[in-house]
């Protein structure tokens, strides 16, 4: 029964989503966050006073308009405990006597260096950081060095790096003038990190056109792989635009450094087994390049043939396949038929015999051959380009089967390759076309036999014999193995370098990478551009790429990141979709408040701070979380009738600590916080361990249950918001898991606690919620602990005290 009603909501699915009005590239960008973004005037209101900044403005415009007042403001230890969640992830100070000017504990928190461990852990979700691949075959199954992108997202915050650079770097740092401080080669983290889908290149590709596009500008792309997008103006060519810019792209096998090396012994004993091993991989990489090369340009007849006789079946795209010694390749006979695809729709002169003659079934050869071979070469020929050295060898007689024509084209190779071998005056064979023609199939960039010189487990494919892909195995296992554990070894930047030449992509009709379309240019969205755009000139693009989504005249990205910060900091966002802005999101709750935002983060050199300040300064954000039209019977509509979700902002919205920000308050409280940052991960999940929730290991294949308990969003995909749940295992782990346990006791135990019993339960709200008790708190803590509290007793009134809402949840 489940399983048919599974089947009839795909259905569903399927006609509602086939129904769906297609969205054409000339209405599509009427769609609001396509307008250019504009800074809009501020709105009049009447009770101008109450507003602090810019903000309040347009917030208390919509209140005024749907008759609501704002909350009052919270008191000051809610706010001083709300700013250190808010900025820093964790709780303040113990010394509720300690409160400062709210602005100047702003601009103190922003200066913190926790403030970038706290916030890179947002961006970390965005970007799907994990410390390991996914589902691969051969390869390690780690990535060694994920936490020099984690390092420099915290570091690249707690600087205010202009976001727009932050992007450009994260996508095209390789290609940026550096100097000295390479650095920021760890941004391209961004890309390398996703899931390895176990090896599927177009799996890969998609996922970093997913976490470029969803990621950066809020805009599903990756939708329009297999066809039109339903809904938003992006065409299938304009995925596969984005596709060759990322195909043209590859991870080296060695990654580079981004430290300047010691002169010690150590590492210059490291540099030199490193070198030899190298050396040992790139020379068996080359030999076996060659051999292949060398085959392929000899036994075009053999591949001819196998493309042939594949020709009406479905290519499964598997090239992993062991194959006898001296046999053909697989790769190779790929990308023959791949060649030959491209040489059909081009309409190729070299190749118009073999494509009309391919055509015939092998029934119907010997009886149509001849009328082909008339339409091709007789008096009443149709007019076809046919290249001059491929007329010779056809024209004089009709074939009796296709292996004729494919044993006459490997007849004519063999012929070019030895002129083109003995010839000493390599200028007279060039200057010959047609034979310059012949020539480019089997020695040309991009022909069939010329495979491409890569490193990294992607070679294995190019190794057909069980014996040499055991020698490759080892050869680059002992690479990888030295670089991450040799004595010595740097830590690693995980890079993408552009490979020469750049890949002409095609459409994949369908998505199926076998049934290959129009040819596509390297360039950016048309939405974003219009009709007049160019397309990317320089290597893959990358960093043309990156500098049009980083580009203030972008229309999505300011609007799309400043969102997303307003949503971190009230649990919602002005669009409630911070991660589609295209015509099935939600319409902005506040759109002139949005552009005010986004024209003011740019005017401001995109710096984040200024958008944290700009907010947390606000009389909205210091709103109470409680309205007193809630709880009385006072004049004026009551705000949950007239806005239930608090989409107005008539009060500042309650909300639960994300995991990491609870653990970590709970490590804080303990006094035992390891204030040490960076660094490769640690497991702080496994007893008490002092470091930050941000340097624990995310284990993508197995994401602890703790996580998942917790709202942990997958790690394998993008995410801009964390859905928030309320399920049993959250306060089952709370209750009875041993850790919080120890927590508590570590808490009772605490070294500078006063010694009698009610100013000790004062100083533990102090330090638990940044308050002192009530009296009757007081007067329940009395009955309970009496007047001789054992060790014990002490560390179950702690442990109590956490289970309250107040200590897992932000007023």
């Given at each position: 029964?489940?399983?048919?009603?599974?089947?009839?909501?795909?259905?569903?699915?399927?006609?509602?989503?086939?129904?769906?009005?297609?969205?054409?590239?000339?209405?599509?960008?009427?769609?609001?966050?396509?307008?250019?973004?504009?800074?809009?005037?501020?709105?009049?209101?009447?009770?101008?006073?109450?507003?602090?900044?810019?903000?309040?403005?347009?917030?208390?415009?919509?209140?005024?308009?749907?008759?609501?007042?704002?909350?009052?403001?919270?008191?000051?230890?809610?706010?001083?405990?709300?700013?250190?969640?808010?900025?820093?992830?964790?709780?303040?100070?113990?010394?509720?006597?300690?409160?400062?000017?709210?602005?100047?504990?702003?601009?103190?928190?922003?200066?913190?260096?926790?403030?970038?461990?706290?916030?890179?852990?947002?961006?970390?979700?965005?970007?799907?950081?994990?410390?390991?691949?996914?589902?691969?075959?051969?390869?390690?199954?780690?990535?060694?060095?994920?936490?020099?992108?984690?390092?420099?997202?915290?570091?690249?915050?707690?600087?205010?790096?202009?976001?727009?650079?932050?992007?450009?770097?994260?996508?095209?740092?390789?290609?940026?003038?550096?100097?000295?401080?390479?650095?920021?080669?760890?941004?391209?983290?961004?890309?390398?990190?996703?899931?390895?889908?176990?090896?599927?290149?177009?799996?890969?590709?998609?996922?970093?056109?997913?976490?470029?596009?969803?990621?950066?500008?809020?805009?599903?792309?990756?939708?329009?792989?297999?066809?039109?997008?339903?809904?938003?103006?992006?065409?299938?060519?304009?995925?596969?635009?984005?596709?060759?810019?990322?195909?043209?792209?590859?991870?080296?096998?060695?990654?580079?450094?981004?430290?300047?090396?010691?002169?010690?012994e150590e590492r210059r004993a490291f540099d030199a087994e490193l070198k030899k091993?190298?050396?040992?991989?790139?020379?068996?990489?080359?030999?076996?390049?060659?051999?292949?090369?060398?085959?392929?340009?000899?036994?075009?007849?053999?591949?001819?043939?196998?493309?042939?006789?594949?020709?009406?079946?479905?290519?499964?795209?598997?090239?992993?396949?062991?194959?006898?010694?001296?046999?053909?390749?697989?790769?190779?006979?790929?990308?023959?038929?791949?060649?030959?695809?491209?040489?059909?729709?081009?309409?190729?002169?070299?190749?118009?015999?073999w494509h009309r003659f391919s055509e015939l079934t092998d029934n119907e050869f010997?009886?149509?051959?001849?009328?082909?071979?008339?339409?091709?070469?007789?008096?009443?020929?149709?007019?076809?380009?046919?290249?001059?050295?491929?007329?010779?060898?056809?024209?004089?007689?009709?074939?009796?089967?296709?292996?004729?024509?494919?044993?006459?084209?490997?007849?004519?190779?063999?012929?070019?390759?030895?002129?083109?071998?003995?010839?000493l005056d390599k200028s007279s064979c060039l200057a010959n076309a047609d034979a310059?023609?012949?020539?480019?199939?089997?020695?040309?960039?991009?022909?069939?036999?010329?495979?491409?010189?890569?490193?990294?487990?992607?070679?294995?494919?190019?190794?057909?014999?069980?014996?040499?892909?055991?020698?490759?195995?080892?050869?680059?296992?002992?690479?990888?193995?030295?670089?991450?554990?040799?004595?010595?070894?740097?830590?690693?930047?995980?890079?993408?370098?552009?490979?020469?030449?750049?890949?002409?992509?095609?459409?994949?009709?369908?998505?199926?990478?076998?049934?290959?379309?129009?040819?596509?240019?390297?360039?950016?969205?048309?939405?974003?551009?219009?009709?007049?755009?160019?397309?990317?000139?320089?290597?893959?693009?990358?960093?043309?790429?990156?500098?049009?989504?980083?580009?203030?005249?972008?229309?999505?990205?300011?609007?799309?990141?400043?969102?997303?910060?307003?949503?971190?900091?009230?649990?919602?966002?002005?669009?409630?979709?911070?991660?589609?802005?295209?015509?099935?999101?939600?319409?902005?709750?506040?759109?002139?408040?949005?552009?005010?935002?986004?024209?003011?983060?740019?005017?401001?050199?995109?710096?984040?701070?200024?958008?944290?300040?700009?907010?947390?300064?606000?009389?909205?954000?210091?709103?109470?979380?409680?309205?007193?039209?809630?709880?009385?019977?006072?004049?004026?509509?009551?705000?949950?009738?007239?806005?239930?979700?608090?989409?107005?902002?008539?009060?500042?919205?309650?909300?639960?600590?994300?995991?990491?920000?609870?653990?970590?308050?709970?490590?804080?409280?303990?006094?035992?916080?390891?204030?040490?940052?960076?660094?490769?991960?640690?497991?702080?999940?496994?007893?008490?361990?002092?470091?930050?929730?941000?340097?624990?290991?995310?284990?993508?294949?197995?994401?602890?249950?703790?996580?998942?308990?917790?709202?942990?969003?997958?790690?394998?995909?993008?995410?801009?918001?964390?859905?928030?749940?309320?399920?049993?295992?959250?306060?089952?782990?709370?209750?009875?898991?041993?850790?919080?346990?120890?927590?508590?006791?570590?808490?009772?135990?605490?070294?500078?606690?006063?010694?009698?019993?009610?100013?000790?339960?004062?100083?533990?709200?102090?330090?638990?919620?940044?308050?002192?008790?009530?009296?009757?708190?007081?007067?329940?803590?009395?009955?309970?602990?009496?007047?001789?509290?054992?060790?014990?007793?002490?560390?179950?009134?702690?442990?109590?005290?956490?289970?309250?809402?107040?200590?897992?949840?932000?007023?």
């Amino acid at each position: 029964m489940k399983v048919m009603s599974k089947i009839s909501g795909l259905l569903l699915f399927a006609v509602t989503f086939s129904a769906a009005e297609k969205i054409d590239i000339k209405t599509g960008p009427k769609h609001w966050a396509f307008q250019p973004i504009k800074k809009p005037a501020l709105p009049v209101v009447k009770n101008a006073t109450w507003a602090a900044n810019p903000i309040d403005r347009f917030i208390l415009a919509k209140l005024e308009a749907a008759n609501l007042q704002p909350a009052p403001r919270a008191p000051n230890h809610v706010l001083n405990r709300r700013a250190h969640f808010a900025l820093t992830g964790l709780p303040p100070k113990s010394n509720s006597k300690l409160l400062i000017p709210h602005s100047e504990l702003v601009n103190r928190l922003l200066k913190s260096p926790r403030y970038g461990e706290h916030w890179a852990r947002h961006w970390l979700d965005v970007a799907r950081y994990a410390d390991n691949k996914g589902y691969v075959f051969f390869e390690e199954k780690n990535f060694p060095w994920a936490w020099t992108y984690r390092d420099y997202v915290i570091r690249a915050l707690n600087e205010d790096k202009s976001f727009d650079q932050f992007i450009i770097e994260q996508l095209a740092a390789d290609k940026l003038d550096l100097g000295e401080d390479k650095t920021p080669l760890t941004a391209l983290g961004f890309l390398t990190l996703g899931a390895r889908f176990s090896g599927n290149i177009h799996d890969i590709l998609d996922d970093r056109i997913d976490v470029t596009t969803r990621g950066l500008m809020g805009l599903t792309v990756s939708c329009a792989r297999c066809h039109d997008h339903k809904y938003d103006p992006i065409p299938t060519a304009d995925y596969y635009s984005l596709y060759g810019v990322f195909r043209s792209a590859s991870e080296p096998t060695l990654q580079p450094t981004f430290q300047p090396a010691p002169d010690d012994e150590e590492r210059r004993a490291f540099d030199a087994e490193l070198k030899k091993r190298l050396k040992a991989l790139n020379d068996f990489v080359a030999k076996t390049r060659e051999g292949i090369i060398n085959s392929a340009r000899t036994r075009t007849a053999e591949y001819l043939t196998a493309v042939h006789a594949k020709r009406n079946q479905p290519s499964t795209g598997n090239f992993m396949l062991l194959t006898d010694k001296g046999a053909i390749n697989p790769y190779v006979i790929h990308r023959w038929e791949v060649y030959l695809k491209t040489a059909r729709l081009e309409l190729d002169p070299v190749w118009t015999v073999w494509h009309r003659f391919s055509e015939l079934t092998d029934n119907e050869f010997a009886a149509r051959a001849p009328e082909v071979h008339r339409e091709l070469f007789g008096a009443r020929a149709i007019a076809t380009p046919i290249n001059a050295r491929v007329r010779a060898a056809f024209a004089n007689q009709p074939p009796k089967t296709m292996k004729e024509i494919v044993d006459g084209y490997g007849v004519l190779f063999k012929t070019i390759d030895a002129e083109w071998k003995t010839q000493l005056d390599k200028s007279s064979c060039l200057a010959n076309a047609d034979a310059e023609a012949l020539r480019q199939v089997i020695y040309g960039q991009g022909s069939p036999p010329m495979i491409p010189r890569r490193l990294g487990w992607g070679f294995l494919a190019l190794i057909p014999d069980r014996p040499d892909q055991a020698v490759y195995k080892k050869l680059i296992k002992a690479v990888e193995q030295w670089s991450m554990n040799g004595k010595g070894a740097p830590p690693r930047a995980m890079v993408l370098t552009d490979i020469d030449p750049p890949h002409d992509p095609v459409i994949f009709k369908r998505g199926n990478p076998h049934q290959r379309g129009e040819l596509v240019p390297r360039q950016f969205l048309e939405v974003l551009t219009g009709p007049g755009r160019k397309s990317f000139q320089n290597g893959s693009g990358r960093l043309e790429l990156a500098r049009a989504i980083a580009s203030p005249n972008n229309p999505l990205t300011a609007r799309v990141i400043v969102n997303r910060v307003w949503a971190w900091h009230f649990g919602r966002g002005l669009v409630n979709t911070p991660s589609d802005f295209g015509l099935r999101s939600e319409p902005p709750s506040h759109p002139e408040l949005l552009d005010w935002l986004g024209t003011d983060f740019i005017k401001n050199g995109w710096s984040l701070k200024h958008l944290h300040r700009q907010i947390i300064t606000s009389a909205t954000w210091q709103m109470a979380s409680t309205h007193p039209r809630e709880m009385t019977d006072d004049q004026g509509p009551d705000p949950k009738l007239v806005d239930a979700e608090n989409r107005l902002l008539w009060k500042f919205n309650r909300h639960r600590l994300g995991f990491e920000s609870m653990r970590d308050a709970l490590v804080a409280v303990t006094g035992q916080l390891d204030k040490k940052m960076g660094g490769p991960p640690v497991n702080v999940l496994a007893g008490f361990n002092g470091r930050r929730s941000i340097y624990g290991r995310i284990n993508r294949m197995d994401l602890a249950p703790v996580l998942r308990a917790f709202d942990f969003p997958d790690p394998s995909i993008t995410c801009a918001r964390r859905e928030s749940t309320t399920v049993s295992p959250q306060a089952l782990y709370l209750m009875n898991n041993a850790t919080i346990s120890d927590y508590a006791n570590r808490i009772a135990a605490r070294k500078d606690l006063p010694a009698g019993s009610s100013t000790k339960v004062k100083r533990f709200y102090e330090i638990l919620f940044g308050r002192l008790p009530e009296t009757e708190e007081l007067t329940l803590a009395k009955t309970y602990l009496g007047d001789s509290p054992t060790p014990e007793k002490w560390q179950f009134f702690v442990h109590a005290l956490l289970l309250t809402n107040e200590f897992s949840f932000v007023d």
